[in-house]
């Protein structure tokens, strides 16, 4: 978790708050939910901290695919019945 608090206050320091707010509201609901075993939120976790070091790029050098990969692993994960689900929609996710 700090190396995602990391990549969010730089993020932030770049001036960008509305990107950095999602992947802190996942990383904080993912570390919370009930219905997730360790395996899947160890992984959402990881890909969370991997969007969020890809969040620090600037914008014109960020790869889209890495943040595609990550967005697709936390969509599978957050089942709609999750506390992560609920913020997986609240943060735009389908």
């Known amino acids: ?5 990391s ?9 960008e708050t509305q990107l ?3 992947p802190q509201r996942l990383a ?9 075993d360790q395996r899947t939120r160890a992984e959402v976790l990881e890909v969370v ?3 969020g070091e890809a ?5 014109e ?4 695919g890495r943040i595609k990969g990550a967005i697709a692993v936390i969509g599978s994960a957050a089942g709609a019945a999750t506390q992560l689900g609920e913020a997986w929609r609240q ?3 389908r």
């Open 1 to 5: 978790m700090n190396n995602i608090n």
């Open 7 to 15: 990549h969010i206050a730089a993020v932030m320091g770049q001036g």
């Open 20 to 22: 950095a707010a999602a």
């Open 28 to 36: 904080e609901v993912a570390l919370n939910d009930p219905e997730l």
């Open 49 to 51: 901290e991997d969007l």
């Open 55 to 59: 969040a620090q790029a600037e914008p």
């Open 61 to 64: 050098e960020r790869k889209t």
């Open 91 to 93: 943060c735009g996710g």
